[in-house]
Structure formats: structure tokens, C-alpha cells
């Protein structure tokens, strides 16, 4: 008598069950978390689920990967658009870190003014505006590349370099002899960009082999003198100072617009750092290394001017270059500039020049003899925390950290159970019942047999 009799049917007692034979599961049945029937296939281990619901952009193996900007968050990133943080940089930091620094060069101004009242007189007050004004123009050379994410290390020697030969040719004529000069120093800063862009190397390494090799043409050279009758730039010191503030603080401000900040700091590396940024961010990097090298020859040329003897002894103008160009480096850091590009405030680079001339000037007054590359490590040192501080404190709020996409991400994380889980029998019969016979310790079925080659 066959289980299924229709003679059965009907009477009292009588239950109908369903038939899961060939492969049907009740319409009532709760299912996997899937939309579809689970299909029991004959020979496998438990029935198995044509989707499990696991989104496109996630792997069973569990590595995430990071999404792309929408158009709408492109509009305020600051970055390029494959790599960008949707949202905007906070300038809160910036203005709060060049408020210290407004604050230390009033400090040092006031402690030269007690202790030397005659410094902020008449022809010394005259130098420090120029010496102001020759560091800031440097400074302003480092922090423009370093916006750009390619440092020009190169820009003291070339300074440097550039008042000796200016020296040595100034009867020429001061026109004629300072646009050769700028030339020149051009033609430097495109071999160093030439090197940058071209093979992708790191610029600190490149514009320091360059910085070596014109400090040792530096220390071949004898000293020059400025041919008498030449400009005195001693009468308008104000007016160069102000002139390279304006440079500073306007360069400054037009990195706060948005398509031109993001476009200048497209340079700076992210995630592999020797990858390829692209012709255009190339092409940025590359003619901010050459425009350093012109200020630096600027530099150069206005140094020249006011010194009027220029020396070239071995420990004298060559250690004298690498010392500017860590001064540069360390008032452009000290300003708010991030090491790593794009980022910086607006007043921050040329508060921070004042700040250190101002010490060299302080320490004269007080016989400290402060050495120059000391000043320059420490401003290095203080520098890259105030980079730290910047790219903590001035991140885009609404950005993230990214997505490390080598880092492995446990499978539990993922959309729907994967292959590999644990799988108990309870979680696996809510929603069908098996038809096979209970398992015995000796019906062959083992773990060869399951997981072996079909």
C-alpha cells in the first residue's frame, strides 16, 4: 500500500505533506535571505542558493574596496577626481596655528626692541626688511612646491649662485645681467623637473643632487663684488618687503579656490607613491619647480644687491647655500605647508620668516651667535609637526579613512554567508527537510568523499 494512496485522502487523521523529492520547498518556507528557492542538487552538501545576495562591489574573499566620489561630492573636493575626499578642507587650523605665529613674532620683535632699540632704526632697520624680504622669496619657492607635492631642495644653492654670478657680471648692466641670471637659474630648475616628472622620481632627491653640484661649482669660484654705482636696494626696503608679502599672501590666497588648489596639488602621491599622477599633474609639478628656481635667482640677485661682496669660500657661500635652502624649507613648514602637498594657510610662510629673522637679529643683540643650520633643523622639527597637526586637524570633515584595498577583511563582514563558514545542520534546515537517511558512521560518506574531486 503506496504512502501517497488517494484512498487515504480525506479522512479524518489525515495529513498531507509536501513532496521534497523533487526538489520543492513549501511557498510558507523561510528561506536564506535570499529571494530565490534553494535548490537541493543530488551529491552536494546542503542546497545551494543561485544568489546569495552579495553586492558587485564585494568579493566572497572578503576585500573591500573603496567607492568612487559622486559628481555632486567632486564639486567640493580638493583633490583630483579618482583619488578625492569628498568634502573641504578645514582652514580652521591654519588660522589658529598663524595666530601662534603672529603672536611669536610680536614676542621677538618686542624682546629686539629692549634689548637693541638702534635695530629698528634707520640702516638696520632698512636690513632686516630686505633680509625679510631675500628669505621670504625663498620660502615662498619651497612652499610653492611643496604644494605642488615636488620639493625643490636646490633653491638655497641656486640663490646663492645666482648672486655670485650676478656679482661677477653686474657691469653689464643690472637688466641685462638679471635676466641672464634668471635664466640660467630657469634652465636648472627644468633639469631638476625634467628628472622629477619625467622619470617619476622623488623631487627631494633630485633637486638635492642638483643643490650639491652647484655647491660645489660655489666653492670653485672666487669672491665677486657688485660694481660700484649699481642699485642700492637699501633706499626702498620697505617696498621690497611689501612687494614679496603680496607675492606670498596673494599666491597664498588664490590656493583657497578650489578647482586651482585641487589642480596644484594633484601631484602629491597616494596610495603607491611611485605610480604615474598624470600628464596634467606633471606638468604643474614641473613648472612650480621651474618658477622656484626664478624666485631663488630673484633671491639671489636682490641678496647680491644688498651684501654688495659676495664670498665664495668652501665653508663660506656652499655651506651658506644648504643653510638657506634649510631655512626655506623650515619656514615654509613652520607656516602651516603640508610636507605632503597641497595644503597650507595664507600669512603662516611669511609670519614665519619674520619670525626667524627676527632671532637671528635678537641673537646678534644678545652675542648668541645662533649658527644657521641649527635654526633650520628646528624649524624642520617644529615644521613637521605642524604638518601633522594640519593633516589631522584639516581633512575634509565628511571624509573617511580610506580603504586599505590589500587589507584582508574577515568573510563575516560580507553580504551573505560564504562558502567556507562553519555550517551547523539547525542553521541550514530552517526552510526544507532533508529526504536522505540519517547519517551512519559507516555509510562512506567522509570528508574525501564530500570534499574530494568530482
Known sequence: MAYDDSRFRGE????????????????????????????????????VSPDYSVPPSESTLGLGRRGTPSAAQLDDVFDD??????????????????????????????LLRDARPDALRGAELESLFLGIAELGLVAVAVGLTLRAGAVNLAVGPIAYASSLFFADNSDRGLLMTASITALIALGVGVVIAVLVVGFHVPSWAASLGVA???????????NETVVNGAYDPH??????????????VGGAALGLIRPLRRSVGRFRPVHDPARRRGGGAASIAGLSIAGSALLAAFAGVLTALDVRDVATTENGMAAAGLAMSGLALGA???GGTSAYGRRGGVFGTMLAVGAIVLLFHYSTAESWNIAPLAVAGGAIAIGLVVTRLVETFGRPRSSAEPVDEDAWVPPSSVTGPAPDEDWSPSSRTSGWT???PARTTDDGW???ERWGTR
Open 235 to 248: 633706499g626702498h626696503a620697505l617696498w621690497w618687503l611689501l612687494g614679496v608679502s603680496v607675492v606670498a
Open 212 to 222: 650639491l653640484a652647484l655647491m660645489a661649482w660655489i666653492a670653485d669660484q672666487t
Open 81 to 110: 577626481p579618482e583619488h578625492g575626499e569628498p568634502g573641504r578642507d578645514r582652514m580652521a587650523v591654519h588660522a589658529l596655528w598663524e595666530m601662534v605665529l603672529l603672536l611669536a613674532t610680536a614676542s621677538l620683535l618686542y
Open 446 to 448: 567522509g570528508v574525501e
Open 12 to 47: 479524518p487523521g489525515f495529513r498531507e505533506e509536501p513532496d521534497f523529492r523533487s526538489g520543492g520547498v513549501p511557498e510558507d518556507a523561510p528561506t536564506l535571505g535570499v529571494s530565490n528557492q534553494s535548490v537541493y542538487t543530488p551529491g552536494a552538501a546542503y542546497p
Open 332 to 334: 615654509a613648514l613652520l
Open 434 to 436: 532533508s529526504q536522505l
